[in-house]
């Protein structure tokens, strides 16, 4: 069997959406004949850990390498520094988020000194253990995913000092990334001229979505005939099980649960606050237009506490017409996927923000598994072009909150009434992660048969 160095800072037992995919590539990739050896950070403080996806890494026994940055980074200087909570699993402890004036300050920081990223501390010594990997592995060939876009760099030296293949991953785009702008000419100019040197040393390349591809397909020299492959992310189908619909938290048969998993609008502090805000003056227009809804619909958001909801919550409460929600706090991966199997019906949510037009977040494709129906609130671009081939989503671009109390009254009409179109199945098994790494696979043997 051929083996893969995979380098991915994000991995189990950190939580959160960007350890999902290049978990489920090492996880499935054995099946099509190579194996996985990881190359990640060391465990150390995270915003959230889980428990569930490390206990799958070990039942995997996938060998995982795990080495600490070398230097500073701008979350150890003493007015950016984050404070601890107690240890949480496998050497992982809790990581207190900054409150939103130290994440700008933060934010603000990376931008101007740390390029590509402030992971590039970790470069250094992920070279350094990469030696040792290839010293005790027969490495066929190196698959880097990011962001951390600094992981290109690391992966970059890496197959060039020893004459390894190398495959690029790309989450997220790099220049266009809708959450990290460069803060001047100068500093995007040394961006593309980074991803050019890096996209130039690999011999193929995955990207996220069409546009992303497109992107990179635009700024890759004439001369060179290096593949660009789309492989989007998907869903896990060992995780998904029959379930009868129910509410969430309540045993009321008679409550129709939507359901929203993890950030809601995924944008930055500052720039998702105004659209929350819209989003619950809809709800506000909904239940005073619509007041038969206040006790049959159940609103369900999986993931961090909102303030934001905390407090629109309390304030109907003290005039008696608080409608059903609930905010269940991080939860890991799979508690989450039960999560949405038990709701009626899914929510998804995308910045109004031209950068977002050509973002697909995971959350989408994980719904696409469940086979539910979704409301999305989306701009038009790549996520609502996949919503349309789903089928079974009712999509709003209209960000008014007048709109979108509309479009959701009939969907939760049609939701109750069992009128809502059905997903397609046929389209969710492109997002199959085991036929993913299988189309992954086939890339790998390509590569290594022609370098």
Same mark, same amino acid.
Do not use: C
């Given at each position: 069997?051929?083996?893969?160095?995979?380098?991915?800072?994000?991995?189990?037992?950190?939580?959160?959406?960007?350890?999902?995919?290049?978990?489920?590539?090492?996880?499935?990739?054995?099946?099509?004949?190579?194996? !996985?050896? +990881?190359?990640? &950070?060391a &465990?150390?403080?995270?915003?959230?850990?889980?428990?569930s %996806?490390?206990?799958?890494?070990?039942?995997?026994? *996938?060998?995982?390498?795990?080495?600490?940055?070398?230097?500073? #980074?701008? &979350?150890?200087?003493?007015?950016?520094?984050?404070?601890?909570?107690q240890? $949480?699993?496998?050497?992982?402890?809790?990581?207190?988020?900054?409150?939103?004036?130290?994440?700008?300050?933060?934010? %603000?920081?990376?931008?101007?000194?740390?390029? !590509?990223?402030?992971?590039?501390?970790?470069?250094?010594?992920?070279?350094?253990?990469?030696g040792?990997?290839?010293r005790?592995?027969k490495?066929?060939?190196?698959?880097?995913?990011?962001? !951390?876009?600094?992981?290109?760099?690391?992966?970059?030296? +890496?197959?060039?000092?020893?004459?390894?293949?190398?495959?690029?991953?790309?989450?997220?785009?790099? %220049?266009?990334?809708?959450?990290?702008?460069?803060?001047?000419?100068?500093? @995007?100019?040394?961006?593309?001229?980074?991803?050019?040197?890096?996209?130039?040393?690999?011999?193929?390349?995955?990207? +996220?979505?069409?546009?992303?591809? =497109?992107?990179?397909?635009?700024?890759?020299?004439?001369?060179?005939?290096?593949?660009?492959?789309?492989?989007?992310?998907?869903?896990?189908?060992?995780?998904?099980?029959?379930?009868?619909?129910?509410?969430?938290?309540?045993?009321?048969?008679?409550?129709?649960?939507?359901?929203?998993?993890? &950030?809601?609008?995924?944008?930055?502090?500052?720039?998702?606050?105004?659209?929350? @805000?819209?989003?619950?003056?809809?709800?506000?227009?909904?239940?005073?237009?619509r007041?038969?809804?206040?006790?049959?619909?159940?609103?369900?958001?999986?993931?961090?506490?909102?303030? $934001?909801?905390?407090?629109?919550?309390?304030?109907?409460?003290?005039?008696?017409?608080?409608?059903?929600?609930?905010?269940?706090? /991080?939860?890991s991966?799979?508690?989450?996927?039960?999560?949405?199997?038990?709701a =009626?019906?899914?929510?998804?949510?995308?910045?109004?923000?031209? $950068?977002?037009?050509?973002?697909?977040?995971?959350?989408?494709?994980?719904?696409?598994?469940?086979?539910?129906? *979704?409301?999305?609130?989306?701009?038009?671009?790549?996520?609502?072009? /996949? $919503?349309?081939? /789903?089928?079974?989503?009712?999509?709003?671009? #209209? /960000?008014?909150?007048?709109?979108?109390?509309?479009?959701?009254?009939?969907?939760?009409?049609?939701?109750?009434?069992?009128?809502?179109?059905?997903?397609?199945?046929?389209?969710?098994?492109?997002?199959?992660?085991?036929?993913?790494?299988?189309?992954?696979?086939?890339?790998?043997d390509?590569?290594?048969?022609?370098?």
């Amino acid at each position: 069997m051929r083996k893969v160095l995979i380098i991915a800072y994000y991995f189990p037992p950190m939580g959160g959406s960007g350890v999902q995919r290049p978990f489920q590539m090492a996880k499935y990739l054995r099946e099509f004949g190579w194996e !996985p050896v +990881i190359l990640t &950070q060391a &465990q150390g403080a995270y915003t959230h850990a889980d428990e569930s %996806l490390q206990n799958e890494v070990e039942a995997l026994q *996938i060998p995982v390498y795990r080495t600490e940055s070398s230097g500073w #980074t701008p &979350q150890t200087l003493p007015f950016l520094k984050q404070g601890v909570q107690q240890p $949480l699993t496998s050497g992982a402890i809790h990581l207190i988020r900054p409150g939103r004036f130290r994440s700008w300050l933060l934010s %603000l920081f990376t931008r101007w000194f740390f390029i !590509p990223d402030n992971k590039v501390p970790w470069i250094s010594s992920a070279i350094q253990t990469a030696g040792e990997i290839i010293r005790n592995h027969k490495i066929d060939l190196i698959l880097s995913t990011a962001p !951390p876009f600094s992981s290109f760099l690391a992966a970059r030296t +890496i197959s060039q000092t020893h004459k390894i293949p190398l495959v690029l991953d790309f989450r997220d785009a790099w %220049l266009e990334n809708q959450y990290h702008r460069p803060p001047t000419l100068w500093h @995007r100019n040394r961006m593309r001229r980074m991803e050019q040197e890096i996209v130039s040393a690999a011999s193929a390349i995955i990207a +996220i979505n069409e546009r992303t591809a =497109n992107g990179l397909r635009n700024r890759i020299p004439e001369r060179s005939s290096i593949r660009v492959d789309v492989i989007p992310n998907g869903y896990d189908p060992g995780k998904r099980k029959d379930s009868t619909p129910t509410s969430v938290g309540s045993s009321d048969s008679n409550l129709f649960s939507i359901l929203h998993a993890g &950030q809601l609008f995924s944008s930055s502090s500052h720039k998702r606050q105004p659209e929350i @805000r819209l989003l619950f003056r809809a709800l506000d227009h909904l239940f005073v237009s619509r007041p038969d809804l206040l006790h049959v619909v159940q609103l369900v958001f999986a993931g961090h506490p909102e303030p $934001l909801i905390t407090r629109w919550v309390q304030a109907h409460s003290y005039s008696g017409t608080a409608p059903n929600i609930i905010q269940t706090g /991080y939860l890991s991966h799979s508690a989450v996927l039960e999560q949405m199997l038990n709701a =009626n019906a899914l929510l998804l949510t995308l910045s109004s923000s031209e $950068l977002f037009r050509g973002v697909t977040p995971g959350k989408m494709f994980e719904y696409f598994g469940t086979q539910k129906p *979704i409301y999305a609130l989306v701009p038009d671009g790549e996520a609502s072009r /996949y $919503l349309t081939g /789903y089928g079974g989503a009712i999509q709003e671009h #209209t /960000y008014s909150a007048q709109a979108i109390a509309h479009s959701l009254s009939l969907f939760i009409d049609k939701g109750r009434s069992g009128t809502l179109p059905d997903a397609n199945p046929h389209f969710a098994v492109q997002f199959n992660r085991r036929n993913q790494a299988e189309q992954i696979a086939k890339m790998f043997d390509e590569v290594v048969s022609n370098p």
